[in-house]
């Protein structure tokens, strides 16, 4: 009922081919599959170039009839656990199913990677095996906020990649940010952002107020619009359609967005709970509560996009479910349709030449 190889060059598929790390979730290798069901149903053009142990996942992939001669199942005993250093994963983790997941890419057998592994595994890995795309200081990742925009979500970069960013690396991920708008939400003219700690132009860091510039200058000719400096309190909002910065800036904002997002649906509860009359109002509010639950669910939006590499990786929540799985492979899917890794190949050449044209000005 389905294929199973001991390595990539074994496998050859013709259409979309989208490559999972089966191993590293948080729930096991079942959820990952359960989404892979809940994927396979809604396009049927996907093939899945599944990685992990194969004893485990045949038993889990011949159960779902949907899946039936759509799952190669690609063998790798082991597994990178979420404590893994970076370092020593890349030393010691060729044989593990993160790596080959990777490999497939690298080897052309798949057009996309997901893992819901260790990020800075995952992130070495894929900078090892995929290398950065020439002209790239420091890729970045990319991450969809719920927002009141139109479309219900933001573009955020980066989020972790990196901790630090030069002007040009902001520039970069402008326009890097601004191809993944139109790719993945279908933005024709996005709106950025850059991040700061106020939106007049002589506040911030040096390297801010020099990124500033260098996008600012790009925006016409990479048809997309520039409204300056934004605050944290911008980043849910519908100023701009894609918010630019550093990576430890991106992180915390981050992980403040999900706290608060976990506090509310907190309050929320104890809220209601808290009188006859107020679990009564719960029950009447029930069909608005539960929109609003699904509005700000981050499995919607589940999946980090990495940007700057030779080759696109989707990087999931460690803990996603088969719904969030299912978006990620949503996401993936798209972004390897649009054939986003070549149109940000040439948004990172664009950056590199605007860039040059910039200092070139700058400097006579």
Not at 3 to 8: F, I, S
Not at 141 to 163: E, K, Q, T, Y
Request: charged content about 25%; proline content about 3%.
């Amino acid at each position: 009922m389905t294929t199973t190889v001991k390595n990539n060059s074994e496998v050859v598929h013709s259409g979309t081919t989208i490559s999972i790390d089966a191993m590293g979730g948080d729930l096991g290798p079942s959820a990952i599959v359960s989404g892979l069901v809940r994927a396979a149903k809604i396009n049927d053009s996907i093939h899945f170039l599944l990685h992990g142990k194969s004893e485990l996942l045949k038993k889990l992939v011949n159960k779902r009839r949907s899946l039936v001669g759509r799952v190669t199942i690609i063998d790798s005993r082991e597994v990178i656990k979420m404590e893994d250093k970076p370092s020593h994963v890349v030393r010691h983790g060729k044989a593990t199913s993160m790596w080959s997941a990777i490999e497939s890419v690298r080897d052309g057998k798949a057009s996309v990677c997901v893992s819901c592994g260790n990020t800075g595994a995952l992130m070495a890995i894929s900078m090892l095996r995929l290398r950065k795309l020439t002209g790239v200081n420091r890729p970045a990742i990319a991450i969809l906020w719920p927002s009141s925009n139109p479309m219900g979500f933001n573009v955020m970069l980066d989020v972790g990649a990196d901790i630090r960013a030069e002007a040009k690396d902001l520039l970069q991920y402008a326009l890097m940010g601004v191809s993944y708008a139109r790719n993945g939400l279908g933005i024709p003219k996005p709106r950025v952002g850059l991040l700061n700690v106020g939106t007049e132009e002589h506040k911030g860091r040096s390297e801010l107020k020099e990124a500033f510039s260098k996008i600012e200058h790009c925006q016409t000719d990479a048809n997309f619009t520039f409204e300056g400096f934004v605050e944290g309190g911008d980043i849910p909002g519908s100023k701009v359609d894609v918010i630019v910065t550093d990576g430890f800036t991106g992180n915390v904002a981050l992980k403040t967005g999900e706290g608060t997002a976990s506090l509310i649906g907190y309050l929320l509860r104890e809220a209601f709970k808290f009188s006859p009359l107020s679990r009564l109002a719960s029950i009447l509010a029930y069909t608005s509560l539960n929109r609003l639950k699904m509005r700000i669910d981050p499995r919607r939006v589940n999946g980090g996009v990495f940007l700057g590499l030779n080759g696109t990786v989707v990087k999931s929540h460690g803990s996603a479910d088969a719904t969030g799985i299912e978006a990620a492979i949503k996401l993936a899917f798209e972004l390897s349709k649009n054939d986003f890794s070549q149109k940000v190949a040439a948004r990172v050449a664009y950056a590199g030449a605007i860039d040059n044209h910039v200092q070139d000005v700058t400097d006579k």
